[in-house]
C-alpha cells in the first residue's frame, strides 16, 4: 500500500551534482550521494545512494485560523559549498529551515576522565596522563538545524532562491516575496507585495521567483496569469514596479474560459548562462530571451493533446497541477513531466523532442529507455503508443532535476525517485 | 480516464440557435433569451459555472485552500459572469430568481445526487437532491459523479462539510456524522479575518442563523481567500418550464471547449454576487463520470476524527 508521507514533493542537485536532495509530503529530506567512480568496478561508478535521511519540518497547527499547516516540503535549494559541510534550505508552505549536513569519520580516543563506554574512571586507577588521538570510525552523517526563518509568510511559500552574494536568499509565497540574510532569522525584508487593499479584487497570484545566477540584483517572478516580472533591487527597496514585463499577447482565436488557467506560469527557472528564462505552463514550456519582454524565444508543446480535454481536467482538479521545468548544464536542452509518468525533453538546437516514461516496468537498471508516444483518439496508433483517453493522470511527473554539468537527470514519480544517466554521451555538448 | 460524455438531447432542438456569434438582445422577447439559455453554449457555460461555485465553496478545511487555485477559478467564474451579463442571460437569471419567492428556512443536510451508474450508488443510496445554497427537491440539482474505486477516488466535495458526497455507504454515514461537527466549528458568522484581511468586507449573511452556519461554513475558505462571500436568498428557480427544458440536458465536457469562444469584455462585477443569485438556479446534469480526486491524506484525517481516535 502506497504511504501518503512518501510523496516526493522536491528534487534538487547540489551545485556539484555530488548530492542529491528530496523532499516528501511527510517533511522528510532524503539526500543522495553519488559514488565516487573506481577503476575496478566500472558499472557501480556514479550510482547515487541514500547519504542521509532527517526530519526537516512537522505539521503543526495554526490555532488562529484553526488550520493545519503542511509538513509538506515544497522546495530545497542548496548553499554553494564553501567548506567541509553542506548547507541546505528547505521550507513547507510557511516556515524555511539552514540545514547543515556534515560528516564525522574520525572520533578523539583515549580519555583521561572517561573510559571508552563513557563511563567516569575511578581516578585511583589513574596512574599517569595521555593525550586523546583521533582514530577513523565509520562514516556518520550528521544533520543539524541551523537556522529557522519562520512567521515572515502568511500565504504559502512556493519558491525559495539563493542569491549569487551567497549571503541572501528570497522566499516568495502567493502574494508576497522576502529577502533575508542567511545569518538572520528575525527580520527579513518584503521586496514584493502584490497584494490587493481589497482582498476582493485580488485576482494574480505569485507562482514562482527566483534569482539571476550571476547578477545579486536580479531576479524574475512568475503570476498565474502568464507574466514575468524581473525586478532590480537597486531600483527600489519595494520591487513592486518591475524592470521588465515579459507577456506574450493572447491570441484571440484562442480563447476560451480555461485560456487564463492554463497560461498561469508553475515554473521559473534561469538557464546556467543567465540569459534565457525557461517558464512552464499548463500545456507548453517557453523560453524567453531576457531582452526580448515581446514573446518567447521558443516555445515547446508539452502536451497539445489535452487542449480539449481541458474541462475535464478543470473538473478533476488536473488543470491546477504545477509541472516545473529544468535546464541541462549546456542550456541546450530543456526538460519537464507530464501525465502518466512521462516526461518530455527538447533539445532546443536539433528541435528533436522525445517522450520517456519512469516506470518499474519500464526501466531496469541500465536499461535504455524507449521513447514513447501519445496519439490522438482515434487517431493512427502505432504499437506501444499509448492514446489521450488511456493516460493515467494520478500519475504525474510534476518534479525533475538535471545534474548540473552531466546527462543525469532526477525524475520523481510520486514516491519514487528515477536516476536516468546518459553513458554514452557523459559529456554534455 | 476519461470516459466519453453523453450526447446531450435537448427537448426543443428544432429552436436551437446558432451557438457562437448568436446574441439576442436584452430587450428582445423572451423568447429569444429563453433560446439563449437552452442553447448548447449557454447551458455548458452554465455548467461551467455551477462547478466553478462549487469548487470555491468546497475548499479543503483542515488545511488552508490553494490561494492560486482559488484565484483562477474565481477568475474564471468572473469570465462567465461577464460574459453572461454581455448578453442578457445573466438579467433573466438574476429577475427570475428575484421574483422567486425565497423560504430561508430552506437549507437542511446536504446530500448530492448520484449518478446510478455509479456501482455504489446501486448498492443502495438514493439520490438525493443537491443543497449547497438551499436547492429543493425535484430539482435537477447538480450532480457530481463518481466512479471507479471506491477508496481512491472521492470527489472533492466529501471533504466539505457542505456536501459529504460518497459513493460508499460507510463513508456516507460517516460524512454526515460529520456535518454537525463541522457546523459547530463555524457558527460565527461575525468572524472576521486576522490582519491580512481586515479590509475585507465583513462576511454578514442576511437571513436565518441556521443556514448561515452552513453557508458560511463554506464561505470561510471564501471569506479567508477574498474576504466576503456573501449568499443571500438562495432561491430556486420557479419556473416550471425552465426546470423541464432542463430536464433532460446532459452537457458532454469534451465539447465544452469547442462550443465555449468569444470572451467579450464587460463592466467588472463581483463574482461573489453569483452566489446571491444562485449557481444552482440553472439545474445541468454534469454527464461526465469522470472522477474528482481528493487527498487520501485527509480522508484519513477525517476518518480518524469520525472514529475519535
Known amino acids: 500500500m502506497q504511504n501518503i508521507s512518501d510523496i516526493i514533493s522536491t528534487v534538487e542537485f547540489n551545485h556539484t551534482g555530488e548530492l542529491l536532495a528530496t523532499g516528501d509530503k511527510g517533511g522528510r529530506v532524503v539526500i543522495f550521494q553519488r559514488e565516487p567512480e573506481s577503476k575496478s568496478e566500472p558499472f557501480s561508478q556514479g550510482e547515487y545512494n541514500v547519504y542521509s535521511t532527517f526530519q526537516s519540518h512537522e505539521p503543526e497547527f495554526d490555532y488562529l485560523k484553526s488550520l493545519e499547516i503542511e509538513e509538506k516540503i515544497n522546495k530545497i535549494r542548496w548553499l554553494p559549498q564553501q567548506n567541509a559541510a553542506h548547507f541546505l534550505l528547505s521550507t513547507n508552505d510557511k516556515t524555511i529551515k539552514l540545514w547543515k549536513v556534515s560528516e564525522r569519520d574520525k572520533r578523539p580516543e583515549g580519555y583521561n576522565l572517561k573510559d571508552e563506554e563513557g563511563h567516569i574512571k575511578d581516578m585511583s586507577t589513574v596512574t599517569s596522563l595521555q593525550v586523546p588521538v583521533l582514530m577513523p570510525m565509520d562514516l556518520m552523517v550528521e544533520v543539524s538545524p541551523r537556522r529557522v526563518f519562520a512567521n515572515a509568510h502568511t500565504y504559502h511559500v512556493n519558491s525559495i532562491s539563493v542569491n549569487s552574494d551567497y549571503e541572501t536568499y528570497m522566499s516568495a509565497d502567493d502574494l508576497r516575496i522576502n529577502l533575508w540574510h542567511l545569518d538572520i532569522t528575525d527580520r527579513s ?32 517572478y512568475s503570476s498565474s496569469k502568464g507574466t514575468l516580472r524581473l525586478c532590480d533591487m537597486r531600483e527600489a527597496a519595494l520591487c513592486d514596479k518591475h524592470s521588465k514585463l515579459f507577456e506574450e499577447p493572447e491570441d484571440p482565436s484562442a480563447r476560451s474560459f480555461f485560456s487564463e488557467i492554463i497560461s498561469s506560469v508553475s515554473d521559473v527557472k534561469f538557464s546556467h548562462s543567465g540569459r534565457y528564462l525557461l517558464t512552464r505552463d499548463y500545456l507548453t514550456a517557453k523560453v524567453w530571451d531576457l531582452n526580448m519582454e515581446s514573446k518567447p524565444l521558443e516555445t515547446y508543446q508539452v502536451h497539445d493533446y489535452l487542449r480539449s480535454k481541458l474541462c475535464s481536467l478543470y473538473e478533476n482538479d488536473c488543470i491546477f497541477d504545477k509541472f516545473e521545468c529544468a535546464w541541462n548544464g549546456s542550456d ?23 517522450t520517456l516514461e519512469a516506470s518499474r516496468e519500464s526501466s531496469k537498471p541500465r536499461a535504455v529507455l524507449k521513447p514513447r508516444r501519445v496519439c490522438a483518439a482515434g487517431g493512427k496508433r502505432r504499437k506501444d503508443d499509448i492514446s489521450v483517453d488511456s493516460l493515467d493522470f ?28 546518459d553513458k554514452l554521451n557523459s559529456e554534455l555538448h | 480516464m476519461f470516459p466519453k460524455g453523453t450526447k446531450r438531447k435537448f427537448s ?36 461551467l459555472l455551477d462547478m466553478s461555485l462549487i469548487k470555491l465553496q468546497l475548499c479543503h478545511m483542515l488545511v488552508e485552500p490553494n490561494l492560486c487555485r482559488s484565484v483562477l477559478i474565481a477568475n474564471t467564474v468572473r469570465q462567465i459572469q461577464e460574459e453572461m451579463t454581455q448578453d442578457g442571460t445573466w438579467q433573466i437569471m438574476t429577475q427570475a430568481l428575484a421574483a422567486a419567492q425565497c423560504p430561508t428556512d430552506r437549507l437542511v443536510a446536504t446530500e448530492v445526487l448520484c449518478r446510478q451508474t455509479d456501482a455504489a450508488a446501486q448498492a443502495g443510496q438514493s439520490p438525493k437532491p443537491f443543497s449547497v445554497v438551499g436547492l429543493e427537491e425535484g430539482y435537477h440539482a447538480e450532480e457530481v459523479v463518481m466512479e471507479g474505486d471506491v477508496e481512491t477516488e472521492v470527489t472533492m466535495s466529501t471533504l466539505s462539510p457542505v456536501s459529504p458526497q460518497l459513493s460508499s455507504a460507510s463513508y456516507l454515514a460517516g460524512t454526515f456524522g460529520m456535518g454537525p461537527c463541522w457546523e459547530e466549528d463555524e457558527d460565527d458568522d461575525g468572524e472576521c479575518e486576522e490582519d491580512e484581511e481586515e479590509d475585507s468586507e465583513e462576511c454578514v449573511s442576511e437571513g436565518e442563523e441556521g443556514d448561515r452556519d452552513h453557508l458560511s461554513a463554506d464561505s470561510r475558505t471564501g471569506e479567508q481567500v477574498f474576504g466576503t462571500f456573501e449568499i443571500k436568498h438562495p432561491a430556486p428557480p420557479p419556473d416550471p418550464a425552465l426546470e423541464e427544458l432542463f ?21 467588472k462585477m463581483g463574482p461573489y454576487d453569483l452566489l446571491e443569485s444562485l449557481s444552482s438556479h440553472g439545474p445541468t446534469a454534469l454527464s461526465s463520470s469522470s472522477s474528482c480526486r481528493s487527498d487520501l491524506n485527509e480522508l484519513d484525517h477525517i476518518m480518524e476524527i469520525i472514529v475519535g481516535s
Not at chain 1, 532546443?348 to 522525445?354: A, L, P
Not at chain 2, 436584452?26 to 448548447?40: C, G, H, N
Open chain 1, 394 to 421: 494520478t500519475k504525474k511527473i510534476l518534479h525533475t532535476a538535471w545534474h548540473p554539468t552531466e546527462n543525469i537527470i532526477a525524475i520523481a514519480a510520486t514516491n519514487n525517485l528515477y536516476i536516468f544517466q
Open chain 2, 12 to 47: 426543443d432542438s428544432g429552436e436551437e440557435p446558432a451557438v457562437s456569434g448568436d446574441e439576442p438582445a436584452p430587450a428582445a422577447a423572451p423568447s429569444a433569451a429563453v433560446r439563449a439559455l437552452t442553447s448548447a453554449y449557454s447551458l455548458q457555460r452554465q455548467s
Open chain 2, 247 to 267: 430536464s433532460d440536458v446532459d452537457p458532454s465536457y469534451y465539447d465544452l471547449d469547442t462550443v465555449l469562444t468569444g470572451m467579450q469584455s464587460a463592466p
Open chain 1, 332 to 354: 541546450s536542452v530543456i526538460m519537464t513531466g507530464a501525465y502518466n509518468n512521462f516526461f518530455r525533453m527538447f533539445d532546443r538546437n536539433t528541435k528533436r523532442d522525445v
Open chain 1, 189 to 220: 525584508f518584503n521586496i514584493v507585495d502584490i497584494k490587493p487593499t481589497n482582498m476582493e479584487d485580488l485576482t494574480e497570484v505569485i507562482t514562482a521567483a527566483e534569482f539571476h545566477p550571476h547578477h545579486c540584483n536580479l531576479f524574475v
